[in-house]
């Protein structure tokens, strides 16, 4: 049991976790270019991939009225990159940006650091790049305008996350005393932005509505058949699973009441426990659970389940 560490300030125990392809937020992927590099040295195989998109436009005014928080914030670190599984199989890499909440101009929020989910980045020998993607610098502050999806089907997870409306067109740095500039290069006077940031009440469950507006159009013009629709509408509450990864080995979980129970095999588990170091780490803040952990097996010390 000693090989099992809990990090608290970084919600780091037993997993690598963390999101849904995101439908109407800001992207629509065009291509995806691999590479495959085989090094046979150290026999890894090496898998590059290249997703190029473009984005749906946002304005100003749909930043100003479409998101649910936007704020001012410090970027202070990331995560490390983990995979997100949809229910219908689909996988995609992710990254959690962490900012340090200086000042909340919409909506609300009590933390005073949030996670900010971007795609992109590499779990173990997969690396997925994203074109346009959004850059942040440790240190530097920025305005984003966010929104949660609130819904799920895609590549959406449980757990406290947002997403930057707009993708580039979303975040912001200062350019001068009277000025923002986007990471798109787009103009934001402050006037503007204090002056009428409140004008449209924030809406946390716009997208979702919006998702179910477009389905129900896709229905009534013939785009989309009655089966489609309902798999579709019956997975509205169906969320994807961060992929958990210890030590190599991809594990099964469920979520009970905020706490995580991993289900490993015995073969699993003696891997796991055998892996060189002197620690078993897990990552669970992507998933925004508590830090609980089952461990389910009577295989494992006798017991049938052990809390860690």
Do not use: C
């Not at 976790?17 to 065009?30: D, E, N, P, Q």
């Amino acid at each position: 049991m000693s090989k099992i560490k809990n990090i608290m300030n970084n919600k780091k125990i037993l997993i690598p976790v963390l999101t849904l392809a995101l439908i109407f937020s800001a992207t629509v992927f065009l291509r995806r270019n691999y590479k495959y590099t085989n090094s046979a040295e150290n026999n890894v195989f090496e898998k590059f991939e290249k997703i190029d998109a473009v984005l749906v436009h946002r304005s100003i005014d749909d930043l100003l009225e479409m998101s649910s928080l936007a704020i001012i914030g410090t970027y202070s670190g990331e995560s490390e990159s983990f995979q997100i599984r949809t229910p219908f199989d689909g996988v995609m890499n992710h990254t959690d940006f962490y900012i340090d909440v200086s000042e909340v101009l919409r909506g609300e929020t009590e933390d005073l650091s949030i996670a900010v989910r971007v795609e992109g980045g590499t779990v173990g020998e997969h690396t997925e790049i994203h074109n346009p993607t959004v850059n942040f610098e440790v240190g530097q502050e920025y305005l984003l305008f966010l929104f949660q999806e609130r819904s799920g089907g895609g590549f959406e997870t449980v757990g406290e996350h947002f997403y930057i409306l707009g993708h580039t067109q979303g975040i912001f740095s200062e350019k001068n005393s009277k000025r923002y500039i986007s990471q798109d290069g787009v103009i934001l006077m402050k006037k503007y932005l204090y002056a009428h940031i409140n004008d449209v009440p924030v809406d946390k469950d716009y997208f979702r509505k919006q998702f179910l507006k477009s389905l129900k159009g896709n229905l009534e013009s013939g785009f989309m058949g009655q089966e489609e629709h309902d798999m579709w509408l019956s997975n509205l509450d169906t969320y994807a699973k961060v992929v958990l990864i210890v030590n190599g080995i991809k594990l099964d979980y469920d979520i009970i009441d905020g706490i995580v129970v991993i289900k490993p095999t015995q073969e699993q588990m003696t891997a796991i426990l055998e892996y060189p170091g002197d620690d078993i780490v897990f990552n669970l803040r992507p998933i925004g659970t508590s830090t609980d952990i089952y461990v389910v097996g009577t295989w494992f010390n006798g017991y049938d389940k052990i809390f860690l």
